[in-house]
């Protein structure tokens, strides 16, 4: 047996008593010593139920007079009581319990220990550590103790309720007296459709963004962050990660830096490229290594560095890793537009060049800081706004027109920028799937574009105070003078 290696060895190290000298004639024979009472018969002999003997009750149990199936009597065994203790029982069988209690605290530890594995065969012994380990583990030390409230005070649980991050400018929306987005999705097979919409739309609330995180720093402008954001546009673009990590990197930077004060220039880069590291690792399937990402800092951040803050990141953001993005939402309005009698809710439906387009509006709003006033849902509704109509808007989004016209009359000067340049056409890039090339993140002259979409909203900032007319709404085209072949609008 594995755990009698020890037993069985003490056993036979034992000094045998010497053998007395032959005896003389005529000489008086010594009595031979009381012979000594016979060792219990191994463990492999006993009946199964005795070798199941758990050994935190040997001192304090009571075998069995016989066993009925080998007829094995306890009286030799080790837990067998003198007779004394056994008529004082049967006199007083109240402090039985209590009398058998203070035996075992009172026996040997090593005796204890030596009867305990001579009885407990391997199984026992190792279902008897895994209920130990587990009472250690359930009994919580930490529960009376005011200071350490918490063994996660190092690492905050994400689920907990006083997690939460919460802002003084964050984009929550109060809640008035509204019903509730009523759900676009269609039947689906493998959920609740409500259930689903109920966690989408919760999201929003629960992943706040500061619009006036930028006061919190006083030695950092806008132009810095969309000199930032452009710059992970154009390494997602090299290395080919997909539009979905370029907004989780975007969005967990916002929120990192509405934790923070007094954040220096010098910090930026590494706080955007260990963004884009953590964004890579919960979306890519084969993210770029740590020391690429170092490389293309030009020797700015080293391996070392973005370890050191991709941790400081996710502790500040209480470990909130999974928004709902801009383009996860932009994906679920074009699906649930293009979906037909027949569908296939988690395969893409839209045409490509549609989603394009709209990606492109959504990637040069992003960069002005002036977009974390609005919610992600309603950022992409009002991108999708200007491709097609406030009729198709509110079907597939449940937003009014009172819930968007703000965000809708803001990204004006932006869809004027882009239809003045033009959609750029799909791109495919070597080692990715045709049907998933739109999904990947691709890098124009985003800040050039900025600059023209910063000097129209000027120009229609001071037209809308001279007239009372505003004139920061474009009217989509009607039916008939849309695009055809599905390229202009959808």
Not at 187 to 193: D, I, K
Not at 262 to 276: A, E, H, M, N, R
Not at 341 to 358: G, K
Not at 421 to 447: C, M, W, Y
Request: proline content about 9%.
């Amino acid at each position: 047996m594995i755990f009698n290696g020890s037993v069985e060895h003490a056993i036979l190290t034992q000094e045998q008593p010497a053998r007395p000298p032959a005896l003389c004639r005529g000489q008086a024979r010594i009595p031979p010593p009381p012979r000594a009472r016979p060792p219990p018969p191994p463990a492999s002999r006993l009946p199964a139920r005795l070798c199941r003997l758990p050994a935190s009750g040997l001192g304090a149990c009571r075998l069995p007079v016989a066993d009925t199936a080998s007829g094995l009597r306890c009286d030799s065994a080790p837990c067998a009581m003198p007779r004394e203790r056994r008529e004082r029982d049967a006199k007083e069988p109240g402090t039985m319990k209590e009398e058998s209690c203070t035996d075992v605290s009172v026996r040997s530890r090593k005796r204890k220990a030596n009867v305990a594995v001579f009885l407990q065969d391997p199984d026992e012994e190792i279902a008897k550590i895994d209920r130990t380990v587990r009472s250690q583990c359930g009994s919580q030390p930490w529960d009376g103790d005011p200071v350490c409230e918490s063994p996660c005070s190092l690492i905050p649980t994400p689920d907990k309720e006083e997690d939460e991050l919460v802002y003084p400018n964050s984009t929550r929306q109060p809640h008035s007296g509204r019903p509730a987005r009523a759900s676009p999705l269609p039947v689906l097979n493998w959920a609740n459709r409500e259930e689903v919409w109920k966690i989408m739309v919760n999201k929003e609330r629960t992943y706040l963004r500061d619009k006036h995180f930028l006061q919190r720093h006083p030695l950092l402008q806008p132009k810095m962050r969309a000199i930032l954001l452009d710059w992970l546009m154009e390494v997602c673009e090299v290395y080919k990660l997909h539009r979905e990590t370029f907004y989780l990197a975007q969005d967990f930077f916002d929120r990192y830096m509405a934790t923070q004060q007094d954040v220096v220039k010098t910090l930026l880069q590494l706080i955007g490229i260990s963004s884009l590291f953590i964004a890579a690792k919960l979306e890519e399937i084969y993210p770029p290594k740590l020391h690429q990402f170092a490389y293309v800092t030009d020797g700015a951040c080293s391996g070392d560095d973005i370890l050191t803050m991709e941790l400081i990141i996710m502790k500040a953001l209480k470990w909130h890793l999974s928004p709902l993005t801009i383009v996860s939402w932009l994906n679920v309005y074009l699906q649930v537009a293009y979906l037909n009698d027949i569908y296939e809710v988690l395969l893409p439906q839209y045409p490509q060049q549609i989603f394009i387009q709209i990606a492109e509006l959504l990637d040069l709003c992003v960069l002005d800081v002036g977009c974390l006033e609005f919610s992600y849902g309603v950022l992409a509704a009002s991108a999708l706004y200007h491709f097609s109509s406030s009729e198709l808007m509110q079907k597939v989004s449940g937003y009014q027109w009172c819930d968007i016209e703000k965000c809708v009359k803001w990204m004006v000067p932006f869809a004027m920028v882009i239809r003045e340049t033009g959609s750029s056409k799909l791109k495919q890039f070597r080692g990715v799937p045709a049907e998933d090339a739109h999904n990947i993140q691709t890098h124009l002259n985003s800040l050039d574009l900025l600059d023209k979409a910063q000097a129209k909203k000027a120009i229609l900032s001071e037209q809308n105070r001279v007239s009372p007319v505003p004139t920061g709404v474009l009217t989509p085209p009607p039916s008939g003078k849309k695009q055809s072949g599905g390229q202009g609008t959808v």
